[in-house]
């Protein structure tokens, strides 16, 4: 689905910026009017770390006449070996500093715009709205969920990207046109479920692969040409050189985005969504709860077992454990897919890393499947323990 241009083109280039642009001017797609447009752009990148660092030097260089970086956080030696966008001079400065001194470095015509701070509640909203298009380069759910809400709640396109050792994804959210971030995960996994890549590690140079998909897109929807992300999930695998494209649809039972939100303006505290798992899940789990590997050894006994996987489609297209079953969560909650449990064979439930299962099986329980167990962890746990070829998001 092709897009109208997300901004109008600036009145003129000048003289410098025909020269500088020139590669781009030649671009029949792209030519004066994409050049203009590009120059009247404003493109705010949150986090100038791993993703925010190949995405601001390609967006300055591109030539997005204003550009917003958020960022609380300094530069450290560790980031060195994917943020490249600081330098070994920089460790101790804050990034956004770091960040907008390359930047005028690479491209003095570009107006950097430093938010030196944390993104939160009070302000996300008052700095989303200075700008045409967010690229969300963030690393934690809690910042995620707050940036998808407060661009959906403005009406705000935004490109998004995620990176995990040698796995990566991005997308384009824009609730007028497509899927919100909650239609693709309604709900974060707990804390310490998903490590962090400060914990699990990332290949540096993923973030230059993620972070120029993230460009790419922004200068498409900046300019109009090809076909966004919009409603598709891109999912990058470093090891195999795949990239696949999944398609993500709105969800009529988004909490945002949805028929009928519950969600309508940006949560009171987003770290404390990040942890929440519901009284009747924490119960349903005790003497319920098997590990990935006691389930591989189920089924390497030939127990007979039912095993159903609780996420979204988009999800089980990514990664799959063997011979499971997919009924999303929404659809056990309501009560449609009970009828599709046997009442004879050992169910195992499971989901990304554990919270959705642990509330399906609590359903599950209620409507009398006493035996019924989840898996601990989820697939991320499977994954991580069983089949590392598999891959992780
Ligand atoms: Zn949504």
Not at 133 to 149: P, W
Not at 186 to 209: R, T
């Given at each position: 689905m092709a897009l109208p241009p997300l901004v109008e083109p600036a009145a003129e280039l000048s003289i410098d910026e025909i020269?500088?642009?020139?590669?781009?001017?030649?671009?029949?797609?792209?030519?004066?009017?994409?050049?203009?447009?590009?120059?009247n752009a404003k493109v705010l990148v949150v986090g100038a770390g791993g993703l925010g660092s190949p995405a601001l030097l390609y967006l300055a260089a591109a030539g997005v006449g204003t550009l917003g970086i958020v960022d609380f956080d300094t530069v450290d030696e560790s980031n060195l070996q994917r943020q490249v966008i600081h330098g070994v001079s920089d460790v101790g400065r804050p990034k956004a500093e770091s960040a907008a001194a390359s930047i005028r470095e690479i491209?003095?015509?570009?107006?950097?715009?430093?938010?030196?701070?944390?993104?939160?509640?009070?302000?996300?909203?008052?700095?989303?709205?200075?700008?045409?298009?967010?690229?969300?380069?963030?690393?934690?759910?809690a910042t995620r969920y707050m940036v998808n809400d407060a661009a959906v709640l403005l009406g705000k396109p935004y490109v998004w990207g995620s990176i995990y050792r040698f796995d990566g994804q991005a997308s384009v959210f824009w609730e007028e046109h497509g899927p919100c971030y909650r239609c693709l995960y309604p709900e974060p996994p707990p804390p310490g479920m998903v490590p962090s890549c400060a914990e699990g590690g990332v290949l540096?140079?993923?973030?230059?692969?993620?972070?120029?998909?993230?460009?790419?897109?922004?200068?498409?929807?900046?300019?109009?040409i090809g076909e966004p992300l919009v409603g598709k999930l891109m999912v990058y695998d470093a090891l195999e050189m795949e990239y696949r494209k999944i398609k993500v649809r709105k969800d009529p039972n988004c909490a945002l985005c949805g028929d009928n939100p519950t969600v309508t303006d940006l949560l009171e505290d987003y770290e404390d969504f990040c942890g929440a798992?519901?009284?009747?899940?924490?119960?349903?789990?005790?003497?319920?709860?098997?590990?990935?590997?006691?389930?591989?050894?189920?089924?390497?006994?030939g127990k007979d077992v039912f095993l159903v996987d609780v996420r979204e489609p988009a999800e089980y297209e990514i990664n799959r454990i063997p011979g499971s079953v997919l009924i999303p969560k929404g659809e056990i909650l309501s009560g449609e897919a009970l009828s599709r449990f046997p009442q004879d064979r050992q169910i195992v439930l499971h989901c990304k890393s554990g919270v959705r299962s642990a509330e399906a099986l609590a359903a599950l329980k209620a409507a009398g499947f006493k035996d019924a167990v989840h898996v601990q962890g989820g697939i991320v746990s499977w994954v991580n323990t069983v089949d590392p070829s598999q891959p992780s998001y």
């Amino acid at each position: 689905m092709a897009l109208p241009p997300l901004v109008e083109p600036a009145a003129e280039l000048s003289i410098d910026e025909i020269r500088r642009y020139s590669r781009h001017l030649i671009i029949p797609d792209v030519g004066m009017d994409g050049q203009k447009r590009l120059k009247n752009a404003k493109v705010l990148v949150v986090g100038a770390g791993g993703l925010g660092s190949p995405a601001l030097l390609y967006l300055a260089a591109a030539g997005v006449g204003t550009l917003g970086i958020v960022d609380f956080d300094t530069v450290d030696e560790s980031n060195l070996q994917r943020q490249v966008i600081h330098g070994v001079s920089d460790v101790g400065r804050p990034k956004a500093e770091s960040a907008a001194a390359s930047i005028r470095e690479i491209n003095p015509l570009v107006n950097v715009v430093i938010h030196n701070t944390a993104l939160d509640r009070d302000n996300v909203k008052e700095i989303f709205s200075q700008y045409d298009l967010i690229v969300d380069g963030t690393d934690n759910f809690a910042t995620r969920y707050m940036v998808n809400d407060a661009a959906v709640l403005l009406g705000k396109p935004y490109v998004w990207g995620s990176i995990y050792r040698f796995d990566g994804q991005a997308s384009v959210f824009w609730e007028e046109h497509g899927p919100c971030y909650r239609c693709l995960y309604p709900e974060p996994p707990p804390p310490g479920m998903v490590p962090s890549c400060a914990e699990g590690g990332v290949l540096g140079v993923l973030c230059a692969s993620i972070g120029s998909i993230q460009v790419n897109e922004a200068i498409k929807l900046i300019t109009g040409i090809g076909e966004p992300l919009v409603g598709k999930l891109m999912v990058y695998d470093a090891l195999e050189m795949e990239y696949r494209k999944i398609k993500v649809r709105k969800d009529p039972n988004c909490a945002l985005c949805g028929d009928n939100p519950t969600v309508t303006d940006l949560l009171e505290d987003y770290e404390d969504f990040c942890g929440a798992v519901s009284t009747e899940a924490q119960e349903a789990t005790v003497d319920a709860t098997i590990t990935a590997r006691e389930l591989k050894d189920w089924q390497d006994a030939g127990k007979d077992v039912f095993l159903v996987d609780v996420r979204e489609p988009a999800e089980y297209e990514i990664n799959r454990i063997p011979g499971s079953v997919l009924i999303p969560k929404g659809e056990i909650l309501s009560g449609e897919a009970l009828s599709r449990f046997p009442q004879d064979r050992q169910i195992v439930l499971h989901c990304k890393s554990g919270v959705r299962s642990a509330e399906a099986l609590a359903a599950l329980k209620a409507a009398g499947f006493k035996d019924a167990v989840h898996v601990q962890g989820g697939i991320v746990s499977w994954v991580n323990t069983v089949d590392p070829s598999q891959p992780s998001y």
